[in-house]
């Protein structure tokens, strides 16, 4: 399959990436061989509250991204129910517009109750749209709060979108989004208040200093639904492309470092599982449940039985002697 997808056949491409999101063995030793085939597409990251437009701006980006001439996969995650464990992935019903075009490959995915605004399986199908050759990946985050900053370990640029009359200007500034945005779109900028809007984010953009080696953030405005400003924006996207081409060395590693840390906890957590007998870690959450443990103690004891595997050093013989050092 991977073979077959890299070569441009989208039912391969579709199947892998199911794979991919159920974990499955053959979605891994796929990621294994397309790795080194991937490092050529550019991932771009939109975010945003609900209502905010995300869905319609995308659509918009894919025929900026398609007159440029470039190849383009979309990942529109969606959440899913804590109650029911379903999701309406509807967020390609925006973008039905592209649906016959081979140079554009959608995907929805849902969350599976994975928090910070992708599905756990995000990056990993973002590497194999670009190992089968797509120009541009965009990703849809999900839209349900304040805290979506995952998206900074997953694409190389972060496009936060705000509209205007959303509540007071507070909002504009949250903690944690200031911080991801590379580029701010102020969408439906046709509403009033949106110059307000803009001035809020430039406003707090300005107390921060930024070096010469540094990307300073844009505030755009945008009206998805006409195409008003979608234009500048990928033109943008553009400048901020060009300046990694320079400066982009440190944040790649860094974003390769977060990845590597979530695949290392990942792959921890799946081992603890295997390792503790059946129906052990049930018994520790009823004990923590009832109160006749607590969660750290019950971690603890989790650990101990880990590093008392054997061939697995403990932490004590890790520590180096006197005489060693």
Do not use: C
Not at 149 to 155: K, L, Q
Not at 303 to 309: P, V
């Amino acid at each position: 399959m991977a073979t077959r997808a890299r070569n441009g056949d989208r039912r391969a491409l579709a199947r892998l990436l199911t794979e991919i999101e159920n974990r499955s063995p053959e979605g891994e030793a796929a990621l294994r061989s397309l790795y080194r085939h991937a490092g050529r597409a550019h991932l771009v990251g939109v975010t945003g509250a609900p209502g905010t437009g995300k869905s319609t701006l995308v659509d918009r980006l894919i025929a900026e991204i398609r007159r440029a001439g470039l190849t383009v996969g979309v990942l529109a995650v969606d959440p899913t129910s804590p109650f029911t464990g379903g999701a309406v992935l509807g967020d390609r019903v925006r973008m039905v517009t592209h649906a016959n075009d081979h140079g554009v490959f959608i995907r929805s995915m849902a969350t599976r109750g994975h928090l910070g605004g992708l599905a756990r399986a995000t990056g990993d199908a973002a590497l194999v749209l670009d190992a089968a050759g797509m120009d541009i990946v965009l990703i849809e985050t999900v839209g349900v709060g304040q805290d979506e900053v995952e998206i900074v370990s997953t694409a190389d640029i972060s496009i936060v979108v705000l509209v205007p009359g959303t509540g007071d200007d507070v909002q504009a500034i949250k903690a944690g989004v200031m911080e991801i945005g590379d580029i701010f779109v102020v969408n439906k900028a046709d509403r009033e208040g949106a110059d307000r809007v803009v001035q809020t984010v430039a406003a707090n953009l300005s107390l921060h200093t930024y070096g010469p080696a540094e990307w300073t953030p844009t505030v755009l405005k945008t009206e998805a639904t006409s195409g008003g400003g979608v234009g500048e924006l990928w033109t943008e996207i553009g400048r901020f492309r060009e300046w990694t081409k320079e400066h982009g060395r440190a944040r790649r590693r860094e974003r390769h470092s977060r990845r590597l840390r979530e695949h290392l906890s990942a792959s921890l957590l799946r081992h603890v599982e295997s390792v503790l007998p059946p129906g052990e870690f049930e018994r520790l959450v009823d004990e923590v449940s009832a109160r006749k443990s607590d969660p750290y103690s019950a971690v603890a004891e989790i650990m101990r039985r880990i590093l008392s595997e054997p061939g697995v050093p403990s932490p004590e013989s890790r520590v180096p002697s006197p005489e060693s050092r």
